[in-house]
C-alpha cells in the first residue's frame, strides 16, 4: 500500500526553521524535515499543506503558536460553509492551512493534530492524477478539480487540487517560478510528477 512517510522542506535556515515548526505546530523530523536550499522559486509554491484538527478552539491555539513563532496570516481563522479555520505563511514561505469540518467546540483547546494533508497544485488534475494512479496511488475521492487518495497507512495524506483554486484557497496569487522546495517521501519509488514535484523513497 503506497504512503507518504515524511516530507522535506527546503529553507534558507533550517535550523530556525526546525525551532518555527516545533514551537509553532509541535512537528519534529518524523513529519517535516528540513534541508538546506538556495533554489530559485518566487510567488506561490503550487502547493500547500493542512493540520486537520478536531475544534475551532484547537485551530486557533495552532494558529496563535505559528503567528508567536513568526507567521504570517493569509487569511483570518473564521467560520465557513465547511467548517472552521485560517491560513498561515512559515517563515521559511510554506503556507499552512489550519482547519476543522466541526464549527463549535467539544473540549477544551488542545494543540493536538489528527491529521496532516498535502495538497499539490495541479495544472491539469486529469493528467496528474492519472500519473498518481499509474504509480500505485488508488482515489478515495475525485470531484472537479479536486482529488483525494486513499492512503490509509501514511503519515501525511495527499490530494490534488488545480493550482488555481488553491492559490485562491491559501489567499495568494497563482503566480509562482522555480523551485517547489519540497520533498516527498515515500514507498512509491523515485520519480518526478506532472507539475514537477519530486518523490524520493523513505528512509525507513
Given amino acids: 500500500m503506497t504512503s507518504i512517510e515524511s516530507i522535506t522542506l527546503e529553507a534558507a535556515d533550517p535550523p530556525a526553521a526546525e525551532q518555527f515548526y516545533k514551537a509553532a505546530f509541535d512537528l519534529g523530523p518524523d513529519q517535516v524535515r528540513l534541508r538546506a536550499s538556495d533554489a ?10 493542512s493540520l486537520i484538527v478536531s475544534q475551532p478552539a484547537n485551530a486557533d ?34 503556507i499552512w492551512k489550519v482547519a476543522t469540518s466541526n464549527k463549535k467546540n467539544s473540549g477544551s483547546a488542545s494543540r493536538e493534530v489528527d491529521e496532516i494533508v498535502l495538497l499539490l497544485g495541479a495544472s491539469d488534475v486529469g493528467v496528474t492524477k492519472r500519473f498518481y494512479v499509474e504509480q500505485g496511488l488508488k482515489v478515495g475521492k475525485s470531484f472537479g478539480k479536486y482529488v483525494e487518495f486513499k492512503l490509509p497507512s501514511s503519515s501525511i495524506q495527499l490530494g490534488l487540487y488545480g493550482r488555481n483554486a488553491l492559490a485562491k484557497d491559501a489567499g495568494v496569487p497563482p503566480e509562482g517560478t522555480g523551485s517547489h522546495r519540497i520533498l516527498i517521501h515515500g514507498d512509491a519509488g523515485s520519480f518526478t510528477d506532472p507539475d514537477g514535484f519530486v518523490w524520493e523513497p523513505a528512509s525507513r
Fill in 61 to 94: 491555539a495552532l494558529i496563535g503558536t505559528a503567528l508567536d513563532a513568526g507567521a504570517t496570516t493569509l487569511k483570518p481563522a473564521k467560520k465557513g460553509l465547511w467548517g472552521y479555520g485560517g491560513v498561515v505563511q512559515a517563515p521559511d514561505g510554506a
Fill in 40 to 49: 530559485p522559486t518566487t510567488g506561490f509554491r503550487a502547493y500547500t499543506l
